[in-house]
């Protein structure tokens, strides 16, 4: 689906293209949200070097993630959303020139519905591509910001549960998935500061006062953001491990009643084990008292062991 958006009286107007339309006056922004193979074709037409293809933009050298060609500006950037309690990444390729800025991406992003509900409400304004470029940055930035708050929030209650014996695969499960959120979304702020920073040292010349405060802002406070993804690494692992030595505990402890079981009633075997043998001599087997004896001692030897364990404080 292909979208123009022109700017009108520091308004953004939305209009639909299909691949036989000219593009509007005024346009701004085009906006490629799952393109067909007619519509990469469409959008082929107006790159001289050609569409990049999807390996091109799932590559993570620098040399790939940021480049200048003809066509301007080209950023492959690292963009959250939130799919059920799953946190994913997407790669959008992003091509930002002097009068427009094109969107090439595979997903319906929140982030990009997120920007047209701002720019219809007044709530941000972009004069330009570049300013529409450092709005959609800042707003992922929020995004990653209120990421790492549910995982802290999620991780909270979670940790009362670390010595709970009910339900430890499904906080294990849970503990798993913010460590996977955890480390999306470290890996999203390093791209995006990767970004900022390339804009700041190689388009230095192109930015507004207005613009290079704004990059400074959203640098600032990933730089503030990046060791709380470190404590949450931190904070997963130790919680990990004492959910991991915790099982080990409790396994413990039924192994330690196999163990004390098997010990109480060897003495009690020895004994029918060798009233069992087949020996002709045994004076025992002919007297009235021998049964009750041998039942005796075996029960003697099962709570004398038993209390010699006890003594030694090991039950």
Do not use: C
């Amino acid at each position: 689906m292909l979208a123009a958006y022109q700017l009108e009286h520091n308004h953004l107007r939305k209009t639909r293209l299909s691949i036989n339309d000219d593009i509007p006056d005024g346009t701004i922004w085009i906006d490629a949200l799952e393109p067909d193979e007619d519509e990469r074709n469409w959008l082929s037409g107006h790159f001289v070097g050609g569409l990049p293809g999807q390996e091109k933009v799932d590559e993570i050298e620098a040399s790939s993630r940021f480049f200048t060609d003809q066509d301007g500006l080209h950023i492959n950037s690292l963009f959250p959303h939130k799919v059920g309690q799953e946190l994913r990444s997407f790669n959008v390729s992003l091509n930002l020139r002097v009068d427009r800025l094109i969107s090439v991406r595979g997903e319906d992003l929140s982030l990009f519905r997120l920007l047209r509900q701002y720019l219809r409400q007044d709530r941000i304004h972009a004069a330009g591509p570049m300013e529409l470029l450092l709005h959609l940055f800042a707003l992922k930035v929020d995004y990653l910001s209120d990421s790492i708050e549910d995982v802290y929030k999620i991780l909270g209650p979670a940790s009362e549960q670390v010595f709970e014996t009910d339900g430890l695969d499904e906080l294990l499960r849970m503990i798993t998935r913010q460590e996977d959120s955890n480390g999306k979304i470290r890996l999203s702020l390093l791209d995006t500061q990767r970004t900022l920073r390339f804009l700041q040292r190689y388009q230095i010349d192109k930015l507004s006062k207005d613009n290079k405060r704004q990059i400074r802002e959203m640098l600032s406070d990933i730089e503030s953001l990046l060791p709380h993804t470190q404590f949450l690494f931190d904070k997963i692992n130790f919680m990990l491990d004492a959910t991991m030595s915790f099982t080990n505990l409790q396994q413990s402890k039924i192994i330690k009643i196999f163990s004390v079981a098997a010990v109480v009633f060897l003495p009690p075997t020895l004994i029918a084990s060798i009233y069992g043998m087949n020996f002709n001599i045994m004076p025992e087997l002919q007297q009235s008292w021998g049964y009750p004896m041998a039942l005796g001692m075996m029960v003697a030897s099962a709570f004398g062991t038993y209390y010699f364990f006890k003594r030694k404080d090991w039950l």
